[in-house]
């Protein structure tokens, strides 16, 4: 730059002047006016490569942070698992020591950092949901097949209660695929619960038939008992009364 090249020869003319002093020695108020010239434009050059150098390594500071901030997004953006709430904190706590970055730069790499941490807890938060749900539902299936093994002596009203906690389940309405297994095996075992119980109703319904028969079997043994024993009444009543009047 042109201070730069105005340093260089300030010095160039330094060595000239130090040069012709040794032939010719000048006067010293002269000498004393031109050294101060060079030294000033000497030091406005150096204090220039000082703004520089400390421009450079603000600038380095800044692109670094730039970096390291952008490479932060791409992190948080790509996490999964079970660990992600612990990650993202972890990932926070890195992103408010680095140095601050001014203008939409630095504005848009704060809002793309904390949609993404949004986004990833909110998944987060969904998929355990939906693990928890995926557990309520094995637990329902595993209970609605262990009800089915014992029987419909257990009650239509247990079953009932059962079914209404599993249409309750939000999951259900989704179209996860681990719900379908855990789908079909539910409506296996309400299948068969029905058909346990259309069983069992048939068959009090033949017991109570069989009951009705013997009680009508019974009832036709009492009134012929009944109407034997009221001839027998009526027989010995009239040899009593005949026996009476002779």
Not at 87 to 92: G, K, L, R, S, V
Request: include cysteine.
């Amino acid at each position: 730059t042109d201070v730069v090249r105005a340093a260089e020869r300030a010095r160039e003319a330094e060595r000239e002047w130090e040069t012709l002093a040794r032939v010719i020695a000048p006067k010293a108020d002269v000498t004393e006016r031109f050294l101060s010239v060079c030294r000033a434009i000497i030091a406005d050059a150096e204090r220039l490569g000082q703004y520089r150098a400390e421009a450079e390594h603000a600038r380095d500071r800044v692109e670094a942070a730039l970096a390291r901030r952008q490479a932060l997004c791409v992190r948080v953006e790509a996490l999964e698992g079970p660990g992600v709430p612990e990650q993202i904190a972890a990932a926070t706590a890195e992103w408010n020591r680095l140095t601050a970055l001014p203008g939409e730069q630095g504005g848009g790499l704060e809002r793309r950092f904390r949609a993404a941490c949004e986004a990833r807890r909110s998944q987060h938060e969904f998929a355990q949901q939906d693990k928890a749900q995926r557990a309520e539902l094995d637990v329902l299936v595993e209970e609605a097949e262990r009800l089915v093994e014992e029987g419909p002596a257990r009650g239509l009203d247990r079953w009932r209660r059962l079914e209404s906690r599993w249409t309750a389940v939000p999951l259900l309405q989704t179209s996860d695929p681990d719900v379908e297994p855990l789908r079909r095996r539910f409506a296996r075992a309400a299948d068969r619960f029905r058909q346990q119980q259309e069983e069992a109703l048939a068959q009090r319904a033949e017991r109570e038939q069989g009951n009705l028969r013997r009680l009508e079997a019974l009832l036709t043994r009492l009134q012929a008992a009944a109407a034997a024993e009221s001839s027998k009444l009526a027989a010995a009543y009239g040899i009593a009364v005949t026996g009476t009047m002779s």
